[in-house]
T-cell receptor, first 116, second 113 residues
Framework: GAGVSQSPSNKVTEKGKDVELRCDPI?????LYWYRQSLGQGLEFLIY????????KSGLPSDRFSAERTGGSVSTLTIQRTQQEDSAVYLC??????????????FGPGTRLTVL | DQQVKQNSPSLSVQEGRISILNCDYT??????FLWYKKYPAEGPTFLIS?????DKNEDGRFTVFLNKSAKHLSLHIVPSQPGDSAVYFC????????????FGTGTRLQVTL
């Protein structure tokens, strides 16, 4: 079956512009996560959606970052007024149940964002 | 504040030998640990996990060891194969909260012929 897909695979933008990154999770997965990996760093948690519950936004680095998940499926991560420090690979993952469980998280290939 | 640390950025091992990747953590609330493997231009893929109630979990060539008192875990790959060449991430989870993973910075393993 299809895995997690993300688009675009690469995005180059100018400082100050807004960008939208898209994630299509595995069909039927109720939990969706966004992480990012900056150069030389590990994956850093950004935001987590679980079913119809309010998202856990505790990892978002600033109010320029926001995300939504429409219809419990596709998610969009939006970065407003991009800065050079936003340059990173943005990874989306989904899991069947999420919650406080240990469900395996399946990752997409990521979107490499470069802010010039 | 790096709660999960992988102090070796890279490791080179000959084919057929054992690869040992190490990971340390500082948060005593972590009770579930995972290893992910990542090839270039791909997302991380789950490899093996261990609960804090165990000290060892084995799956084929891969074994993870957990030393809770030392807050240390390791991944052993034996025998190492060229296809194992990838970046390996250690990750930890506090199952008492949401399922967000805390990752280390990764170790790049190169298995040479």
């Amino acid at each position: 079956g299809a895995g997690v897909s993300q688009s675009p695979s690469n995005k180059v933008t100018e400082k100050g512009k807004d960008v939208e990154l898209r994630c299509d999770p595995i069909s039927g997965h109720t939990a969706l996560y966004w992480y990012r990996q900056s150069l030389g760093q590990g994956l850093e948690f950004l935001i987590y959606f679980q079913g119809n519950s309010a998202p856990d936004k505790s990892g978002l680095p600033s109010d320029r970052f926001s995300a939504e998940r429409t219809g419990g499926s596709v998610s969009t991560l939006t970065i407003q007024r991009t800065q050079q420090e936003d340059s990173a690979v943005y990874l989306c993952a989904s899991s069947r149940l999420g919650g406080r469980g240990t469900d395996t998280q399946y990752f997409g290939p990521g979107t490499r964002l470069t802010v010039l | 504040d790096q709660q999960v640390k992988q102090n070796s950025p890279s490791l080179s091992v000959q084919e057929g030998r054992i690869s040992i990747l190490n990971c340390d953590y500082t948060n005593s609330m972590f009770d579930y640990f995972l290893w992910y493997k990542k090839y270039p231009a791909e997302g991380p893929t789950f490899l093996i996990s261990i609960s804090s109630i165990k000290d060892k979990n084995e799956d084929g060539r891969f074994t993870v060891f957990l030393n809770k008192s030392a807050k240390h875990l390791s991944l052993h790959i034996v025998p190492s194969q060229p296809g194992d060449s990838a970046v390996y991430f250690c990750a930890a989870l506090n199952t008492g909260t949401a399922s967000k993973l805390t990752f280390g910075t990764g170790t790049r393993l190169q298995v040479t012929l």
